[in-house]
Every structure is written in structure tokens, then in C-alpha cells.
């Protein structure tokens, strides 16, 4: 055995693309598919609030009349 041998020339790497395309795109579904459920879990309608707050945007400033339910 030669104390160093020459490198296999490795010239379509079909399988390593594959991989390195398909792992990378299966980390977001992990990532989306628990953030879409609590997305349509807040979605529901509060029946009684607590607070109702009126968000009003004007040209150059906002501002945030509070209102307290009661």
C-alpha cells in the first residue's frame, strides 16, 4: 500500500445533491407546521375582552385610546 495514495476522483455526486438539497428543505416544515397551528389556534374570537384597544395612525404620529371593559 502506497504511503499516499492518489484520491478517488469523484466527478457526478448525484446522491450527496439529493441530500443536501432535500435535508435543508425539511427543517422549514418542522419549523412551519407547529407555527401555522398556533397561528389558527389564535385565531378565535374573544367573546368578553378584557381591554379593547383602538389603534389610530396618523401622518406623523399614533396614538392608543384605551378602553377598559367592565
Known amino acids: 500500500m502506497p ?5 478517488q ?5 448525484t446522491t450527496i445533491e439529493i441530500l ?3 435535508f435543508p428543505s425539511i427543517i422549514p416544515m418542522f419549523i ?3 407555527s401555522f397551528a398556533l397561528l389558527y389556534s ?3 374570537v ?3 375582552p378584557a ?3 383602538k389603534a389610530i395612525g ?3 404620529y399614533k396614538s392608543a385610546p384605551l378602553h377598559e371593559g367592565g
Do not use: F, L, S
Not at 3 to 7: A, F, R, T, V
Not at 9 to 13: A, Q, S, T
Open 58 to 60: 396618523h401622518q406623523w
Open 46 to 48: 374573544v367573546v368578553d
Open 20 to 22: 443536501r438539497t432535500i
Open 51 to 53: 381591554i379593547t384597544i
Open 3 to 7: 504511503k499516499n495514495p492518489i484520491p
Open 42 to 44: 389564535m385565531d378565535e
Open 32 to 34: 412551519a407546521i407547529p
Open 9 to 13: 476522483r469523484i466527478v457526478y455526486g
